[in-house]
């Protein structure tokens, strides 16, 4: 028991070391750095952005117009082939990349587990032209000859699956994409699994469970926040992949149904055309689709990093 305290004289005072001052005002000051360079990064696209916010105002995220020579622009066909390109590549790449987190980590021996997980780190650090060079010489042929005519054939009476098959666009942007965010679902779900405590598992099997009904009932739900922040990831990566998206979306700046059709991203648009920009209005344009990019960029990795905290502080609990 903790000794009462005499009335009349204070507790002792905590001993604040100068050490422990100075290492927290050093850390302080870098994560300042952090904040300020953020800042600082919307302040630069706020601000050279400011010619075509104070032309087409709230209207450029609604108009559907890129006319450089009339100086009319819209960012209306770049956010929709942003975000039906991520969406394509999340429709591939959750199933996949969550049953393979499943299998490694709960379902594969150790030793195969490792080295495969050990392959998807090196997946996960491939350049992205890399990609765009493999899809433009492997995907895009494959899709123009044999996927998009078979999903015409069978599928063609979904306005989805309409049209003419070039073998870019925005089906075979989404394919890519899912395979450039394959690894970081694997990666980021997987070790989610892993912070499941062993309790969980053995209390599943105890009470007459099989491995499988243990893993799908127990340990997935018990991960569920980490999974969803992987998810977040990948679709970060999605929204923000310039390079390879630019080799294969078809680079055209319309709103089309058909998945089959060629269109364009925030991200490639910006890389392709911000060199040759002039006057005034258009690299503003740019400017200010990139600073719509910043912020979905942001929003969407701000929430994946606290499911994943969330995550990581309930499976390191104990009952």
Do not use: C, H
């Not at 499988?212 to 999605?238: C, N």
Request: proline share 6%; glycine share 8%; aromatic share 10%.
């Amino acid at each position: 028991m903790a000794a009462p305290q005499v009335a009349g004289i204070p507790r002792a005072a905590k001993v604040v070391q100068p050490g422990d001052v100075a290492a927290r005002l050093l850390t302080m000051l870098f994560a300042a750095i952090v904040f300020l360079l953020v800042v600082l990064l919307v302040f630069e696209l706020w601000v050279g952005s400011a010619a075509s916010r104070q032309k087409f105002g709230w209207g450029f995220i609604t108009s559907t117009a890129w006319n450089p020579v009339t100086d009319e622009f819209g960012a209306l066909p770049f956010i929709y082939g942003t975000v039906v390109t991520s969406v394509v590549a999340l429709l591939i790449s959750i199933p996949l990349g969550v049953g393979a987190a499943i299998f490694l980590s709960e379902l594969a021996p150790a030793g195969p587990s490792n080295a495969l997980t050990f392959l998807v780190e090196l997946l996960a650090a491939i350049p992205s032209v890399i990609y765009g060079l493999l899809a433009i010489f492997t995907l895009v042929p494959i899709m123009r000859l044999y996927i998009e005519p078979f999903l015409k054939a069978t599928l063609g009476f979904l306005p989805i699956f309409q049209g003419p098959a070039f073998g870019v666009g925005y089906l075979t942007a989404g394919i890519i994409l899912a395979i450039m965010t394959f690894p970081f679902i694997i990666s980021v779900s997987r070790e989610a699994l892993l912070a499941v405590p062993r309790e969980q598992r053995e209390a599943a099997l105890a009470l007459g469970a099989t491995k499988w009904e243990a893993t799908w009932d127990v340990v997935v739900p018990y991960a569920k926040l980490g999974i969803y922040g992987s998810i977040f990831l990948g679709l970060a990566r999605a929204l923000g992949e310039t390079m390879a998206v630019t080799m294969v979306v078809g680079n055209s700046p319309e709103v089309r149904a058909s998945l089959l059709a060629p269109g364009y991203s925030i991200a490639a648009v910006i890389a392709n055309e911000f060199s040759e920009a002039s006057g005034s209005v258009r690299p503003a344009a740019l400017v200010e689709l990139g600073l719509v990019l910043f912020f979905l960029t942001i929003v969407i990795n701000a929430l994946a990093r606290l499911l994943i905290i969330a995550t990581t502080s309930k499976g390191s609990k104990r009952p």
